[in-house]
Structures are given as C-alpha cells and as structure tokens.
C-alpha cells in the first residue's frame, strides 16, 4: 500500500510528495520544493523518521518552484532524477523564470532519466501509469495509482481550476483537452494531489470546474 506525506515547501507554497510503499520502505520523493535549511531538514528527519528508501526523484514539470529543492535532494540521496524530456525546454530557464519572483536560483541539475506516456513507475508492490498532459508546462506528467484511485498531478489541475498558461508555452487549448480525455476518464472517485492548495477529485472537477461547466 502507498502512503502519502505532503510537505507544503517555499514562498509559493509547492506540495512536496514523499510517496512510499509501506511493506518495503522504498519511496520517491515528487517535486522537492524545499528551499532553505529548515525545510531540508523537515523532509531529512521524516525520510529519516520512518526508515524509508529514496529511490528516485521525480519532477511534474520544470517550473522553478517544484526543482527548488532537486540539487540537495539528489545530493543527499544520490538517486535518478526522473521526469519528461520535454521539460528539458524549461530547465535551462529556471534562474530565470525564479528571478521574476525575485528569488534566486542556481541552475538545477538535469533530468538523468526519461518517461513518456504510458510508462509504468514502479514503487515496491504497487506503481504508478504516466500520463502526459502539456499546455501548462511542457512536459507535465500526472502519476496515476489505478490501484488505489489517486493521481499525484501538480499544476494541471487545482481545485476549482487548472494550471496557468499564460507563461512560456502555455497553450490552454492542449491543457484542456489533455484534462478532458486524459484525466475526466478516470473513475469518478479518484482523489486528484495537486501542486498548491487542497486535493480534489476527478468527480468534483467534472461537475463544478468552470473551465468545463461552461463548455
């Protein structure tokens, strides 16, 4: 069974995923937001904590505020840093798009392994299918538990709302129908982790999502 422990990181207030199996320790931690020393430290003593095995570091997108903490993360575990290729597109841009907010950031480490719909992540006995919903950021992965009826999604969908795009290759067509044929297919209870703010589910967002009520 996977668990599920959410970490509220940095200025913009990111959700850090720490996801492990519960029978075999193994975990990965999903867009390590932390910024600072404390927050390093938050995340260090409840991996510590609860004796879990970081496997891998998985990035939903390439904004800078979900890569904020990948250098010291993939530096204290040593472990594969896995997302989508094309969030390549953004990586490079990452001090810069961080200078906007006035917070500077050093370059972050590139991705060292790819996963492409349809993929398959395994983490202990259960895993998770990737599904590729650009038009927010390219490259934008949702991880999909079957088993359990969960999505980790980050900034495709919010509660009440979806990614923004009107930033560099947002395209708010693409994201829709990524949303409409990818995600609103899944069964109805499935509970949907967002990237900021509260959780929300596939049925919730079918019914009173505004971008999809009115059309």
């Known amino acids: 069974m996977i668990k599920i422990q959410i970490f509220p990181f940095n200025p913009v207030q990111v959700n850090t995923y720490v996801l492990w199996d519960s029978e075999t320790k193994d975990c990965i931690i999903v867009d390590p937001g932390n910024w600072n020393i404390g927050e390093d430290e938050i995340l260090t003593s409840f991996i510590d904590k609860n004796a879990l095995n970081v496997v891998k570091i998985i990035a939903t997108h390439a904004h800078f505020d979900h890569v904020m903490g990948v250098n010291f993360a993939l530096q204290k575990w040593k472990v594969p840093f896995v997302g989508h290729k094309e969030a390549n597109l953004l990586m490079p841009r990452i001090p810069e798009m961080a200078g906007w907010f006035n917070i500077r950031m050093d370059p972050v480490s590139p991705l060292t392994d790819y996963v492409k719909e349809g993929d398959s992540i395994a983490l202990g006995n259960s895993k998770f299918e990737v599904i590729h919903v650009p038009g927010h950021s390219p490259g934008s992965i949702v991880l999909y538990c079957e088993q359990q009826d969960f999505m980790i999604g980050a900034d495709v969908l919010f509660k009440g709302g979806i990614g923004h795009t009107e930033v560099p290759y947002g395209d708010l067509p693409l994201l829709l129908d990524g949303i409409e044929k990818k995600l ?32």
């Open 184 to 215: 609103f297919t899944k069964p109805d209870n499935t509970i949907f982790y967002t990237g900021h703010g509260p959780s929300t589910s596939i049925a919730y967002e079918k019914k009173h999502n505004p971008y999809f009520v009115i059309r």
